[in-house]
C-alpha cells in the first residue's frame, strides 16, 4: 500500500553531510508518521529520527543536533539531513512509515514495531 525508497546514502568524511531522502508512493504520506532508522552490522536496528503526520521530530540522543528529519507532503518525501557525521553512524539507513497515531509519548515513535512500511535502505559510510 505504501512503498518507500530511499535515496542519498554513500561515502563521505567525519565531519562531512549527507542528505538522505526518503520518496513514498501508493498512499499519500500526509496522514502517516514517518521515521527513519539504521542498522550496523552485528547490531539491532536503531531508531534514529521520526517525524510525526503533525511536524513533531523527535531523536535519538546520538544525532540530537546533528541530524535534522523533515518531509515534505506535497512531494510526498521525508528527508535526513545528516551533518557533522562520525564513524559511528556508519550503516544502513531504513525509512519507515505507519498510518498516524497520536499517541504523543516518544518513545512509541522509536520502535521500529510501530512501522507497517519499510523501505530497502541506503548504506552510509564515514570514513575516519
Known amino acids: 500500500q505504501v512503498q518507500l525508497v530511499e535515496i542519498g546514502g554513500g561515502l563521505v568524511q567525519a565531519g562531512g553531510s549527507l542528505r538522505l531522502s526518503c520518496a513514498a508512493s501508493?498512499?499519500?504520506?500526509?496522514?502517516?508518521?514517518m521515521g527513519w532508522f539504521r542498522q550496523a552490522p552485528g547490531k539491532e536496528r536503531e531508531f534514529v529520527a521520526a517525524?510525526?503526520?503533525?511536524?513533531?521530530?523527535y531523536y535519538a540522543d546520538s544525532v540530537q543536533g546533528r541530524f535534522i528529519i523533515s518531509r515534505d507532503n506535497a512531494k510526498n518525501t521525508v528527508f535526513l539531513q545528516m551533518n557533522g557525521l562520525r564513524p559511528e553512524d556508519t550503516a544502513v539507513y531504513s525509512c519507515?512509515?505507519?498510518?498516524?497515531?497520536?499517541?504523543?509519548?516518544?518513545?512509541?515513535?522509536?520502535?521500529?514495531?510501530?512501522?507497517?512500511?519499510w523501505g530497502q535502505g541506503t548504506q552510509v559510510t564515514v570514513s575516519s
Open positions: 501508493g498512499r499519500a504520506i500526509s496522514n502517516y508518521d
Open positions: 517525524i510525526r503526520s503533525g511536524g513533531t521530530t
Open positions: 519507515a512509515a505507519d498510518a498516524a497515531t497520536y499517541f504523543g509519548v516518544r518513545i512509541y515513535y522509536t520502535l521500529p514495531s510501530k512501522y507497517d512500511y
